[in-house]
């Protein structure tokens, strides 16, 4: 069931807190930021459905992070998702074609525990 479907405040907090992405993230990351292309091309589907069914999972388990979301126009736009951490550095990953769980896997990958 996705969290556009759940009717019941019961049934938005039991999946807000299971499936990808309803894990903590560690206390060194700072923000998060999404950049994608609302239209056109294929190569933001993933990062869309990430924002509309991951995103708020990873939002809800970890309220001490800041979270950003770029949408543009511009179709040539490559989707990316940037972790920072808290000491100003920070990781690009780029997400073009990638399944929304895959993004999610690869931002827990890059936060060291």
Partial sequence: M?????Q??????????????AARLP???SKIALT??????NESA???????????RIRY????????VYKTLDASTKPTIAVHFSNGS???IEIPRVHSNVIVDQVFAATPN
């Fill in 2 to 6: 996705s969290l556009r479907a759940a």
């Fill in 8 to 21: 019941s405040t019961r049934e938005i907090l039991k999946h807000l807190s299971s499936g990808p992405g």
């Fill in 27 to 29: 206390s060194n990351v």
């Fill in 36 to 41: 994608f292309a609302s239209k056109g091309k």
């Fill in 46 to 56: 993933g990062a869309r459905h990430f924002l509309q069914e991951n995103l708020p």
């Fill in 61 to 68: 388990n970890n309220p001490h992070i800041e979270y950003e």
């Fill in 90 to 92: 920070s990781k690009v």
